[in-house]
DNA sequence: CGTTAGCACTCTAATATGCCGAGTGCTAAC
DNA sequence: GTTAGCACTCGGCATATTAGAGTGCTAACG
């Protein structure tokens, strides 16, 4: 399945003369282009037996050709040059990222703005779930007579707050045992195993106290449900109307995937190593069939944390998408342990 | 001003028909299905004063006639029957709501997924501001080494928290001083007057200590920003695609307008007594020249709480969209009060 | 004076026609 | 294997034609 050197060459220019212009390339303009040593005859054997195989094919006879769905995969798999990315833009998205380094959710939130700025396109952002995280420390604050807020920080650096109301008068007394009882109970516990039976033979075990327990246990646990759960950004959505090869349509299409975070969260939960590209049908939904994908994740301490998505159409500008795409991720990574390790 | 009343009815026929078929309406037409009593002639010479006066347009000579701005204001000012919903759909969204009263956030996220839903167009929303809250307590607490989260704890009962990270390694003793300073200075200011220039002139007041409030302070007056901007929550956005008389143009300004939250905030806070119509130009707003906007508020303890609103195409069914956003605003009130009270 | 019938007129949308040119595939020569 | 040459294909654009919907105007009517 292997092609020639020179018809690589081909693949490789029609591609990017397609993601370039958007019209199908015609033999001539290739030659002109690139190929001043050989003719244009030549190319269009090539281009003949490149649609044969089925790398390009063309929207009609008289036309040039355009790229399939496997001319795509062939290119971004061996053709592409994952080469740097201009200063300009790293030192930009950087920038941009470290304006807003305050939490993880915001970092992600920045992520997806940043990068559908630069791409041009929709991007998609899921937050580290708390699945391998533990608790840290369990603290209260008092907010009312009868309210009261749990905070809940992880081993992750992850802090998730919940309010609840208990049917006594709460006293700093009280606050403080809750905060000992709990802390000695639960740090280091890992916030998966903090479930409504746990939380149930735990209320029984303090005796007297028991009473007053249950409001406090809640609370933290639905804490904990919060932190455990990864939640879904997304970003430059309008991007998606620009496109110029996207139907009216299939935008609405896209738009409503974007806007059902199950969708989201299915799609990005594909997990393969490293980045991810899927390239129209590839991405397996009747609903994106016009479009691509590109998925990878970021990390922290050396663990896959959660991922960072771009959507955009088939004819996407594949070289930069994933350079920016792994650029931020690494960044926003970098900055997420950052925060958890201070 | 005023119009016959044959030419009112003739008006506010083009008018419905026009929202109902989306074809310029004609004479002909007009009187097959209204007004077989007279001929058509006589409605071409009302059509041709009402066109003259500025009511209705023709898109070209030997079209039918298309309401003008100011026919659709006649008509949802004079014309409009404001008549019941059908007991299904208030059965329908008040199920809805219901399902979802637990805080006040969900239950307006719920209210605009539901009115999009029933009236096919966008639909916005915004929670309780704290306009009126002053600061009861702020209160601190350790996340990490160099990390911390302030909570502000307001008069209204609403709790809004912060994370920050200082350039120094955090101490209990430090925000044991924090917190003393800052409860004496803030303790019962109105949120509004914590601003920049005021925590500047504050910082500057600490003397030596004065390094290390900056992110402190910071964090304070987030949280209160926070605390005093009401939340914006839009559902129905992919609705604009299907809209058959916007272009996709005007549809991406529509949509690019609501994903901006300033923008939304700024269209919201033109605040009328009860329910506003803004037809097109109306807005006053560039980027929704081809839309209109439906805003009426709801209501908690009989005072103004927030603001519901739609956003469509000039041509929408002005009729059932007020009555369903009024009678989901009303719904929605009560169902907020219900939840305060408790 | 308001209403009506009749009719010529206007303009759009749909369909047909012809032409240009980009780009191809094929063949024969190198 | 490469190249030049050439006939051929087909979409896109501009133009012409037609059908039909709807109008405005005029003259007649009660």
Same mark, same amino acid.
């Given at each position: 399945?292997?092609?020639?050197?020179? !018809?690589?060459?081909?693949?490789?220019?029609?591609?990017?003369? $397609?993601?370039?212009?958007?019209?199908? +390339?015609?033999?001539?303009?290739?030659?002109?282009?690139?190929?001043?040593?050989?003719?244009?005859?030549?190319?269009?054997?090539?281009?003949?037996?490149?649609?044969?195989?089925?790398?390009?094919?063309?929207?009609?006879?008289?036309?040039?050709?355009?790229?399939?769905?496997?001319? $795509?995969? $062939?290119y971004v798999e061996r053709l592409m040059s994952?080469?740097?990315?201009?200063?300009?833009?790293?030192?930009?998205?950087?920038?941009?990222?470290?304006?807003?380094?305050?939490?993880?959710?915001?970092?992600?939130? &920045?992520?997806?703005?940043?990068?559908?700025?630069?791409?041009?396109?929709? *991007?998609?952002?899921?937050?580290?779930?708390?699945?391998?995280?533990?608790?840290?420390?369990?603290?209260?604050?008092?907010? %009312?007579?009868?309210? #009261?807020?749990?905070?809940?920080?992880?081993?992750? %650096?992850?802090? !998730?707050? &919940?309010?609840?109301?208990?049917?006594?008068?709460?006293?700093?007394?009280?606050?403080?045992?809750?905060?000992?009882?709990?802390?000695?109970?639960?740090? %280091?516990?890992?916030?998966?195993?903090?479930?409504?039976?746990?939380?149930?033979?735990?209320?029984?075990?303090?005796?007297?106290?028991?009473? $007053?327990?249950?409001? +406090?246990?809640?609370?933290?646990?639905?804490?904990?449900?919060?932190?455990? !759960? *990864?939640?879904?950004?997304?970003?430059?959505?309008?991007?998606?109307?620009?496109?110029?090869?996207?139907?009216?349509?299939?935008?609405?299409?896209?738009?409503?995937?974007?806007?059902? !975070?199950?969708?989201?969260? *299915?799609?990005?939960?594909?997990?393969?190593?490293?980045?991810?590209?899927?390239? %129209?049908?590839?991405?397996?939904?009747?609903?994106?069939?016009?479009?691509? +994908?590109?998925?990878?994740?970021?990390?922290?301490?050396?663990?896959?944390?959660?991922?960072?998505?771009?959507?955009?159409?088939?004819?996407?500008?594949? &070289?930069?998408?994933?350079?920016?795409?792994?650029?931020?991720?690494?960044?926003?990574?970098?900055?997420?342990?950052?925060?958890? #390790?201070?």
């Amino acid at each position: 399945m292997d092609l020639t050197q020179r !018809k690589e060459q081909v693949l490789k220019a029609v591609v990017e003369g $397609y993601i370039a212009s958007g019209e199908p +390339v015609g033999s001539k303009t290739l030659q002109n282009d690139l190929f001043s040593d050989v003719s244009s005859a030549t190319i269009r054997n090539d281009m003949a037996d490149l649609t044969v195989k089925g790398y390009l094919s063309q929207p009609h006879t008289s036309a040039g050709r355009v790229p399939s769905q496997r001319g $795509y995969r $062939y290119y971004v798999e061996r053709l592409m040059s994952r080469n740097k990315l201009s200063p300009r833009i790293t030192e930009y998205i950087e920038e941009k990222l470290i304006q807003s380094a305050d939490t993880p959710e915001n970092i992600l939130k &920045k992520s997806t703005q940043v990068l559908s700025e630069v791409t041009g396109v929709a *991007s998609i952002a899921s937050t580290p779930s708390g699945e391998r995280a533990r608790v840290h420390k369990v603290r209260f604050v008092q907010t %009312g007579r009868q309210t #009261a807020m749990a905070v809940l920080i992880c081993s992750t %650096g992850m802090v !998730k707050t &919940k309010l609840f109301r208990c049917d006594f008068v709460i006293t700093s007394e009280a606050l403080n045992i809750f905060d000992k009882a709990l802390n000695s109970l639960l740090s %280091g516990m890992e916030l998966a195993r903090i479930t409504q039976p746990f939380i149930q033979t735990v209320a029984a075990s303090f005796g007297e106290m028991a009473l $007053y327990m249950p409001s +406090v246990l809640i609370a933290v646990m639905e804490a904990s449900k919060e932190a455990l !759960k *990864s939640e879904i950004t997304v970003s430059g959505q309008t991007n998606i109307l620009s496109l110029p090869d996207i139907s009216v349509n299939a935008a609405a299409q896209m738009l409503r995937f974007l806007s059902s !975070k199950r969708e989201i969260a *299915s799609l990005l939960c594909e997990k393969p190593n490293g980045t991810a590209v899927y390239i %129209g049908e590839e991405t397996g939904r009747q609903e994106l069939y016009q479009s691509s +994908v590109i998925i990878t994740h970021y990390e922290i301490s050396g663990q896959t944390a959660g991922e960072i998505a771009l959507l955009g159409s088939v004819r996407m500008d594949y &070289k930069n998408c994933i350079g920016c795409l792994e650029y931020t991720a690494d960044v926003a990574g970098q900055l997420i342990e950052q925060l958890v #390790a201070s």
